[in-house]
């Protein structure tokens, strides 16, 4: 069977155990159960951090216990700290650890924390911090920093290293290249596989790693090779020979939510990165896609309802309030038209009071229809599950959902205000079958609306999600009240006589 170097699955329990462990494996004793570590359950390291931080805190106690705990828990651990404690923790952990929890935290907490150790004049520690991280990572934090800082850290670090970051954070954040790590092994074609085995061994490859990109004398991509076939082919053996000489690379500006999809739909754990002649850039791993797809999520979901893209949880005011306050400027004026609607039917309203209640009821109906298509049509464009020759299915079918759902509903609003008439005078049967009928047009408009609304933006060139929930919001409030009201007054005028009569 031919391998495939790019989407080999880690290898299993037996397969990556040594001889004595593969024979225990499967036996069910108590010494095995006892290593048995629940993810779910904190650990002991983790209580006896939350014990020391319920009291006074000692700096270098907590430090030391802090150091004990996985590397994402003492970041949990350093941002529930305040900034200035933070940093005195880190400066009395072991320089190692340090840098790898500052590498989990939070990118503007992080980016807090460094800014403190320069403001204390103690830029080369917090540059030594960097040099202990791995390259992607480092390359994120000094992004968030501005060019003051960044080149104050810059100017503490060995001229090699800070080459290699400025290559780095030269590449937009949002590429393969900005994605990608400059810390990997690349084997050369010429060398034998005893040759290779030695220089992985000399090197600290990472767990996941079960791949490595050979290249020429030149940098030049040339193949793939996995580490099973190393082990299973001859010391003499060339890698060029015994590698895959048709590798899955992918280029240094491809969108890094291209990336992620790659990895997720043909499950690749390693991409080569390149640049149009072929060089070996970088690599991208699935722990960092991992990373890429929670972002892109966020953004979407940000977007789609106006809040900064780039916007966190410890994103400072002024960053909050910059990518906010545009957005809400839009909807006041996106607001206009369903303003303008009523506006011209201000006379119905007042001799009809009752119109003002039912008005924002139909309009939260019509807007959470909407609400519900553009969820799913968005998850269908990441997913990209939206093909050209699937848009108009897609919208019939979301349009004969939109009145399926609207006459159910509308049926049931209608009834409850024929209900209502033996309690308030303004109401009757007649004041219901309009609601039931306006109610079934405006859930299937804001129905088709929402489903609509990110194919144009995709078609138009934008991003689906970029403020579709605000003009959702106009289009269902809009046609609401429009259909409403004016079903209403031709009823009263015409059709149906006086709504307030029995």
């Known amino acids: 069977m031919t391998e495939r170097p790019n989407q080999q699955r880690p290898p299993s329990a037996a397969e990556d155990a040594t001889p004595d462990e593969t024979a225990n494996l499967g036996r069910g004793s108590s010494e095995e159960v006892t290593r048995i570590e629940d993810l779910a359950a904190a650990s002991p390291e983790d209580e006896r951090v939350a014990e020391l931080m319920a009291h006074t805190i000692d700096v270098p106690v907590l430090a030391e216990a802090v150091e004990l705990q996985e590397a994402a828990d003492a970041a949990d651990t350093l941002e529930d700290l305040e900034e200035e404690e933070a940093v005195d923790v ?8 340090a840098a790898e929890a500052l590498a989990e935290m939070e990118d503007p907490l992080a980016a807090g924390a460094v800014e403190q150790l320069i403001d204390e004049d103690k830029a ?9 991280m791995d390259p992607d990572d480092a390359a994120d934090l000094l992004q968030e920093l501005f060019d003051e800082p960044r080149e104050l850290l810059f100017e503490a670090m060995p001229a090699e290293t800070a080459v290699n970051l400025r290559r780095l954070i030269a590449y937009a954040e949002d590429t393969a290249a900005g994605l990608m790590t400059t810390k990997f092994l690349a084997l050369r074609e010429d060398m034998t596989v005893a040759q290779a085995t030695e220089a992985i061994r000399a090197t600290a490859i990472p767990q996941h790693m079960h791949y490595l990109p050979v290249q020429d004398d030149h940098q030049r991509l040339r193949g793939i090779i996995g580490f099973r076939r190393l082990l299973t082919n001859p010391a003499e053996a ?5 590698m895959d000489d048709h590798p899955k690379v992918v280029r240094a500006n491809l969108d890094q939510e291209e990336v992620a999809r790659e990895f997720d739909r043909y499950d690749f754990y390693m991409l080569p990165v390149v640049d149009e002649e072929d060089h070996l850039l970088g690599i991208v791993t699935v722990d960092d896609v991992i990373d890429i797809i929670r972002e892109e999520q966020t953004e979407d979901v940000q977007r789609t309802v106006g809040a900064g893209a780039e916007e966190a949880v410890y994103s400072g005011v002024v960053e909050k309030f910059k990518g906010r306050f545009p957005w809400l400027v839009v909807s006041t004026f996106i607001m206009i038209p369903s303003a303008w609607v009523v506006l011209q039917f201000e006379g119905l309203i007042g001799e009809l009071a009752i119109l003002a209640v039912l008005m924002p009821v139909i309009a939260a109906l019509a807007g959470n229809s909407g609400h519900q298509a553009l969820a799913v049509t968005q998850r269908g464009i990441v997913l990209d599950e939206v093909r050209p020759d ?8 979301e349009a004969l959902v939109g009145v399926l759902t609207g006459a159910t509903l509308g049926c049931l609003v209608g009834l409850g205000v024929t209900v209502l008439a033996m309690f308030a005078a303004s109401a009757s049967w007649r004041l219901g079958a309009v609601v039931a009928l306006s109610t079934t047009v405006s859930l299937a408009i804001g129905t088709t609306a929402g489903s609509s609304i990110p194919l144009i933006m995709r078609r138009l060139g934008f991003d689906p999600a970029l403020g ?3 003009l959702v919001i106009m289009i269902t409030d809009t046609v609401a009240f429009a259909t409403f009201l004016g079903m209403a ?3 009263q005028s015409w059709l149906m006589g006086p709504l307030s009569s029995a």
């Open 90 to 97: 880190l400066e009395a952990m072991d320089d190692r650890a």
């Open 124 to 132: 080369g520690y917090a540059a030594r911090m960097l040099q202990l």
């Open 238 to 242: 060339s890698i060029g020979e015994l």
């Open 390 to 397: 699937r848009v108009w299915p897609l919208l019939r079918r």
């Open 468 to 470: 579709s929930a605000i």
């Open 489 to 491: 007054y031709f009823s």
